[in-house]
């Protein structure tokens, strides 16, 4: 195997571990009782950035190698979807959610879910794994598969633990919270636990999405040296 490719599997791996293992609450309990919740954080921070550096770096100078050949329909699959995982980033990014570190107050408000909230309790990493697997699909190579997937390992990782930390530290504030939420997107509406309120979402949030949209689209190549077209 390429050595590129080891960096690169490696490192996505190490992404997600780092990811996991650390957030774990007896895992991070003992590490903040040594060295403070201030340097874990930041610690915590340089690790992710220092592998995900390294992803790009690998990712760059992989061979490649197809695993399938992306016809017309497969290369535009990002166009497609990409609408869709930014909408999400976006508005998981500017919509309050007690599921985001730092808005565990939003608990206790009337109306803990608005929103995109009403559609998933994980807006921004579903954003990343539509993200993921768009581009996956679409490159069909073996180091996109590596790259790629280890932001999806993460999301899919993220939205466990995160549901869990969170049911073990705010029990029955989090669970009346997680009762009328999902993780699956839609799924909460379909159960007849929630609704979807489309002006919840706003205007504003959609025109930063149309404007981010576009900006990538036609920015693909001068940024990442491939065009979306």
Known sequence: ?????????????????????????TVRSRIVNKI???????????????????????????????????????RH???????LALLLVVSGMLTPNPATFGQEGQLQAPTPASGIVRVTRHPFLWGTILWSVAHVLANGDIGSLMFFGGFFGLSVAGMI?????????????????????????????????????????????????????????FGHHWLFGVSAF
């Open 1 to 25: 195997m390429n050595s590129m490719y080891v960096i690169l599997l490696l490192s996505s791996i190490a992404l997600v571990v780092t990811h996991v293992v650390p957030s774990l609450p």
């Open 36 to 74: 403070g919740e201030s340097a874990f954080s930041g610690i915590y921070s340089l690790i992710a950035v220092a592998c995900i550096v390294v992803m790009v770096w690998a990712f760059n100078r992989v061979p490649q190698d197809f695993l399938w050949v992306p016809g017309p329909g497969l």
């Open 77 to 83: 699959i990002p166009a497609l979807l990409m609408p």
């Open 161 to 217: 633990g995160l549901d869990k930390k969170r049911a073990a530290k705010y029990g029955d504030q989090w669970r009346k919270f997680a009762d009328t939420t999902s993780s699956v997107p839609f799924a909460a509406i379909i159960g007849g636990r929630n609704a979807l309120i489309l002006r919840e979402i706003g205007w504003i949030k959609l025109i930063i999405t149309a404007v981010v949209y576009f900006a990538l689209l």
